[in-house]
């Protein structure tokens, strides 16, 4: 995958802007999505391969609305920025890491699955261990 270094973030209606110089480049008008393990991708849609693959047109302004499956899915609420990585015919849009999943605190993220927390987290969340293990030992 090569890094566009591009970086949009989900709206409020659930949609993020393609950029346009990939749009032109890919000449991509309807699309189809696909998820991945970070996030999804996009392809231009082809009724011949695409037949029953989810298909959305990118809007005059060149958004698409991204479905609320693959929002659920990966948590991503409105203002989630995504980055984004080309691949041969593909778009991709990958959960990019700025702040901490807890706090929203930008700085020293530390990755915990697909998500970061900031090392004041982590240190509460340490700290906080003998309440954690008396609580698991209830599940
Ligand atoms: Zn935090």
Redesign the pocket.
Known sequence: MKASGIIRKIDQLGRVVVPKELRNLMDIKEVCFFIDKHGFYIESFDPKVHRLAIHRTIDPLGRITIASEIRRRFNWDIGQPLEIFTEQNRIYFVEYHNF?A??R?GSKLIPVKSKH??Y??VQELLRNKEVFISHSNRF
């Open positions: 901490c807890v706090c605190e927390l900031c004041s987290c």
